[in-house]
């Protein structure tokens, strides 16, 4: 599994958007994006005038770090997607948005997609009853997503799930708290996927 050793706030920083990496930190006015919205460095402040590549570059990069993804991880992915009829773009984002890591996450079982992660390489997480420690992977329709029953006992989780009680939940996934179960009634549309990306310049971006 790929590592991410740099401050994830900068992240946000350099996209001038919050990409959600350190999960209710995020929501708070300690959130770095809120006290100094611009690029980090010397010459942050300075206005830059990007076009072209360097457009693409950004979207590109939003979208991997939003994910919490190395490079190959990401054109992996795009290279899945391009095969698979449809619109590329939001085909991508459809599959990235199903990872197992994203869909713990998005339902308030974790602090963050690094977090998810963690839980899921440690064998918390179960899918249709099965162990799986692999983040990367896609959930389907009607796939169950819960956790191992000894976790689901956990103090520290159950008051993480009780804590994100009132966590808004995409539509095409149904929750289960009292269970700590998440069923994927259906594929996520691109409005179903709030992310400020343009996916299409991803997509202008590899196809070069």
């Not at 991880?73 to 095969?83: D, G, H, I, N, S």
């Not at 690094?114 to 009607?142: C, Y």
């Not at 191992?148 to 995409?170: G, T």
């Not at 708290?177 to 709030?194: G, L, N």
Request: charged share 35%.
């Amino acid at each position: 599994m790929g590592r991410h050793n740099d401050h994830t706030c900068r992240y946000c920083r350099v996209e001038r958007t919050k990409l959600f990496l350190k999960g209710h930190k995020c929501l708070t006015d300690k959130c770095p994006v809120e006290r100094r919205p611009y690029p980090p460095g010397e010459h942050g402040r300075a206005r830059r005038r990007i076009l072209g590549y360097g457009i693409q570059l950004r979207e590109k990069q939003k979208l991997k770090r939003y994910y919490s993804m190395t490079e190959s991880q990401f054109r992996l992915f795009f290279k899945r997607a391009e095969r698979k009829k449809g619109i590329t773009g939001e085909t991508l984002l459809s599959m990235l948005e199903r990872r197992l890591d994203n869909v713990v996450f998005l339902v308030g079982f974790s602090h963050s997609r690094a977090h998810s992660r963690q839980l899921i390489t440690h064998g918390h997480i179960r899918v249709n009853g099965r162990k799986v420690d692999i983040p990367s992977m896609l959930v389907g329709k009607e796939d169950l997503v819960s956790f191992r029953e000894k976790s689901a006992k956990h103090d520290e989780l159950s008051a993480l799930v009780d804590a994100n009680k009132n966590k808004e939940v995409p539509p095409w996934l149904e929750v289960d708290r009292d269970s700590k179960q998440v069923r994927v009634v259906s594929f996520p549309t691109r409005e179903d996927i709030p992310i400020p990306v343009e996916e299409h310049l991803v997509v202008e971006l590899y196809s070069k």
